[in-house]
């Protein structure tokens, strides 16, 4: 069974520009969630896709977007990046909705902004 | 403002000993709390979790404590081994305007456990 892979593993842009980060969720699992983890926080929710709907969203302004795919893989697509959206960016898969399914997350995408 | 709070940033204990790392939340609404481990480079690792109905649960060398009243919930490590050593988050979901589907998680412990 494949775990929840995330690519690119780093990346570094410029201020305005615009990012696509891709998750490949576990086998089996409908629900992708998005997190951002700056440095010596925790990781806060951006937003959720179940069978390809948003579901649910963090706070977090409307240049982060996102896709879920047929598969089931996702995308977090962020515009006109700002210093501060540098972090480490996490997706996390699980089978349904429910909080009592476990999330497994990623490795994570490490973002810097300059 | 921060509903979920870890207020030791680190925690140093022997190998052998017991590890105890805290959690106070605010959100009374919360009712599914979650530990997650995350070694460097890594994504978090779910450890434990615990509903809100219960006080403990166990999984061998891991319980989770849940104090409703106080809003706290503590999580021991018996024995703590070197390999224990990672940054520990508590996590906590509710259902308050349709929350019950995110994790909102603590800033993590950093826990090194010394052989």
């Known amino acids: 069974e494949t775990g929840v892979t995330q690519s690119p593993t780093h990346l570094i842009k410029t201020r305005g520009q615009q990012v696509t980060l891709r998750c490949s969720s576990q086998?089996?699992?409908?629900?992708v969630s998005w997190y951002q983890q700056a440095l010596g926080q925790g990781p806060q929710f951006i937003f959720q896709?179940?069978?390809?709907?948003?579901?649910g969203r963090g706070n977090f302004p409307p240049r982060f977007s996102g896709l879920q795919f047929p598969n089931y893989s996702s995308e977090l697509n962020v515009n006109a990046l700002e210093l501060d959206d540098s972090a480490l960016y996490l997706c996390?898969?699980?089978?349904?909705?429910?909080?009592?399914?476990?999330?497994?997350f990623g490795p994570g995408t490490r973002l810097l902004v300059l | 403002d921060q509903q979920v709070k870890q207020n030791s940033p680190s925690l140093s204990v022997q190998e052998g000993r017991i590890s105890i790392l805290n959690c106070d939340y605010t959100?009374?609404?919360?009712?599914?709390f979650l530990w997650y481990k995350k070694y460097p480079a890594e994504g978090p690792t779910f450890l434990i979790s615990i509903s809100s109905i219960k006080d403990k649960n166990e999984d061998g060398r891991f319980t989770v404590f849940l104090n409703k009243s106080a809003k706290h919930l503590s999580l021991h490590i018996v024995p703590s081994q070197p390999g224990d050593s990672a940054v520990y988050f508590c996590?906590?979901?509710?259902?308050?305007?349709?929350?019950?589907?995110?994790?909102?998680f603590g800033k993590g412990t950093l826990l090194t456990v010394n052989p």
């Open positions: 996590a906590a979901s509710g259902r308050s305007g349709g929350s019950n589907y995110k994790l909102t």
């Open positions: 959100n009374s609404m919360f009712d599914y």
């Open positions: 086998s089996g699992h409908n629900t």
């Open positions: 896709y179940y069978r390809e709907e948003e579901n």
């Open positions: 996390a898969s699980r089978k349904g909705q429910s909080p009592q399914e476990t999330q497994y």
